[in-house]
């Protein structure tokens, strides 16, 4: 089973400026990995998936990076709208399962 | 343009079996997307419980596979989820999702609102 951790628990930003998101996977996953922002109370919301590719609709300012097993999610110029919990999640393909990271609350700073 | 909501009782004693249903509009539970369900307990992360493909195999969740079933009902649109012999660690929020294999790495792109359900006597 393949693990996958997740940092900062907590990352204090500031509106403007850049936060890097971080996520290690214990094996190999090559480049099926995806993020997700969930604001209180509401289901998550696809950010990033093929650990690179924006979804539909995702401002520019989110950029996920890496492959194999260290993964990274850029937003650079946080807005205000942007605070919330991010979660990674890797895919395994066989037999297929789905493992999501501990998350990283990004607060204002 | 998709739609999940779950639907199911928000208390359930422990012991007993927690059945949830995921109704899906714009969508067919029989074209070619894993259907799935995620849980989160109070105040914690998401857990990745169970995912079906139509008239493929079901694949669960290691530490939960003994005690859930997902199916997915074509006649209704329906995906449904049963957890038995529940216990209060079973408490939390339950969304239903749906994955569109045409994107890299399979992710969860649709998302139901979540069913919080309480596991208490």
Known sequence: EIVVTQSPATLSVSPGERATLSCRASQSVSNNFAWYQQKPGQAPR???YGASTRATGIPARFSGSGSETEFTLTISG????DFAVYYCQQYDNWPPS???GQGTKVEAK | QVQLQESGPGLVKPSETLSLTCTVSGSSVNRAYYWGWIRQAPGKGLEWIASRYPSGTAYYNPSLRSRVTISLDTSNNHVSLE???VTAADTAVY???RVDVRLAGFPFENWGQGNLVIVSS
């Open chain 2, 83 to 85: 957890v038995n012999s």
């Open chain 1, 46 to 48: 696809l950010l990033i």
């Open chain 1, 98 to 100: 789905w493992t999501f």
């Open chain 2, 95 to 97: 969304f239903c999702a």
């Open chain 1, 78 to 81: 946080l807005q205000s709208e």
